[in-house]
Structures are given as structure tokens and as C-alpha cells.
């Protein structure tokens, strides 16, 4: 079992930024692949971006490509999202995930565990 926590959203005007942070407790957090989703009112779970253990490879959507950039401590057991220049239609909740491999994938149904998620309001 992995209990993750999410934490850090909150209300910011568009331009604005916030870090997200996730914290990973119970089965090892080594050789993982991590990753952030996202979901809006009415629209399907959606994927932002991903991390592979070594932190050497990461992906992220189109949509924020360029704005968002995750990290990982491994030492800490913790997974980041630092979202610049947010817009309004980052507005959504936001889920970390956990993969025990640690390629990094898009795929939705690929991560094992989820967090509870953390709204992200973005107003305009």
C-alpha cells in the first residue's frame, strides 16, 4: 500500500503561481515513477505530467509544457508541481499518483495508488 497526501492548492489570480507538493508514505517510494493529474468540473481525469525515479526523465502535457515543472526528493519521500503563469483553465483538482514502475507513462490506468487531490482555483 502507498498513502499519498496532497497539499498546496489554493485560490490565485491568473499569472499567479503555486507549488504543489505530495507526500508518499508505506511501500517504497524507490524505483517509482511519480506523476500529477488533474481534474475539472464535467471533464475527465487528465494527465499533467510525470517523473521517473532518477528524476532524470519528465513529461508533461502540451497544455502546460513550459509553465509547470515537477521534481521529486527521493530522501524525502516527496513529489512537486511548481505551476507558473497559471490560467484560468488550470482551475481543476489536482491528484498525485504513484507507479511502482519506474517508467514514465501518461496513462491514466498505468499508476497504482492516488492522493485525495487539492483544488487549484484560478481566478481571472
Known amino acids: 500500500q502507498v498513502q499519498l497526501v496532497e497539499s498546496g492548492g489554493g485560490l490565485v489570480q491568473a499569472g499567479g503561481s503555486l507549488r504543489l507538493s505530495c507526500a508518499a508514505s508505506g511501500r517504497t517510494f524507490s524505483g517509482s515513477a511519480m506523476g500529477w493529474f488533474r481534474q475539472a468540473p464535467g471533464k475527465a481525469r487528465e494527465f499533467v505530467a510525470a517523473i521517473g525515479w532518477s528524476a532524470t526523465t519528465a513529461i508533461y502535457s502540451e497544455s502546460v509544457k513550459g509553465r509547470f515543472t515537477i521534481s521529486r526528493d527521493n530522501a524525502k519521500n516527496m513529489v512537486y508541481l511548481q505551476m507558473n503563469s497559471l490560467k484560468s483553465e488550470d482551475t481543476a483538482v489536482y491528484y498525485c499518483?504513484?507507479?511502482?514502475?519506474?517508467?514514465?507513462?501518461?496513462?491514466?490506468?498505468?499508476?497504482?495508488?492516488w492522493g485525495q487531490g487539492t483544488q487549484v482555483t484560478v481566478s481571472s
Open positions: 499518483a504513484y507507479r511502482s514502475n519506474t517508467v514514465v507513462v501518461r496513462l491514466r490506468n498505468e499508476y497504482e495508488y
